[in-house]
Every structure is written in C-alpha cells, then in structure tokens.
C-alpha cells in the first residue's frame, strides 16, 4: 500500500466479536491469543492478536 508496510498489527478483546469480524472480512488472521492491561475495565483483558500481510490486503482488495 501507500505506506509500504508489510505486515499490520491487530488485537481486539476476546468478549469484543463484533470487531473480530470486520477485521476478519479486511482479510486479518488470527495468530495467537492473550492478554493485555486494560485500565478502562480494571486490569488483564483476554485478546486476539491478528495480522494482515501486505500481499493478502492487495489480494482481497479486488474482492472488496
């Protein structure tokens, strides 16, 4: 893209499906899973850690 990234970073809380999905429908894969500090709800939160490649985001740019 543009700004030749290769690879795209993405984490969403685990009980936060909703953006789970649009990143999946952007062409984000799940790689792992965590947890994370969240100062909003009072301490460690469960995450999904996705990524995105820089050939997977053209790919599907002709689906989108």
Known sequence: ???GLPLVHYRA??????SQRVAQKLGFR???VGTSRSL???GEVAHIHAVLTAARFRAGA???
């Open 13 to 18: 809380f685990m009980d936060n499906p909703a």
């Open 40 to 42: 909003a709800r009072g």
């Open 1 to 3: 893209g543009p700004l």
């Open 62 to 64: 002709d689906s989108r």
């Open 30 to 32: 799940r790689v792992g």
